[in-house]
């Protein structure tokens, strides 16, 4: 079911849990998109069901979990990574 229900930019901050500050980011990098108000043109208005999409959670795509799956099995199979290579200091290698 479609909403037409929009809410200004405060009662968006409060309906996601989020700053206001946040909101207006959003806006800004367009991945809200915002309407004004019919009756005064100051006031900017987002969809109700624009909000809701943004609460959908979506998949988690990280490249840095891969790289720590490797340096694991670095680990595991006996091979030194350079972050647990440990080094010595000039008076200890005499």
Request: charge should be positive.
């Amino acid at each position: 079911m479609a909403s037409n229900e929009y809410l200004n930019l405060k009662e968006a901050a409060r309906y996601l849990g989020v700053s206001d500050i946040k909101i207006r980011r959003l806006v800004s990098k367009g991945l809200l998109e915002v309407s004004y108000d019919p009756l005064d043109d100051r006031k900017r208005l987002v969809k109700k069901a624009d909000l809701d999409a943004l609460k959908t959670p979506r998949p988690f795509e990280n490249t840095a979990t891969e790289h720590q799956g490797n340096k694991s099995r670095d680990l595991a199979s006996g091979k030194k990574s350079t972050s647990t290579i440990k080094r010595g200091n000039a008076s200890n290698e005499s």
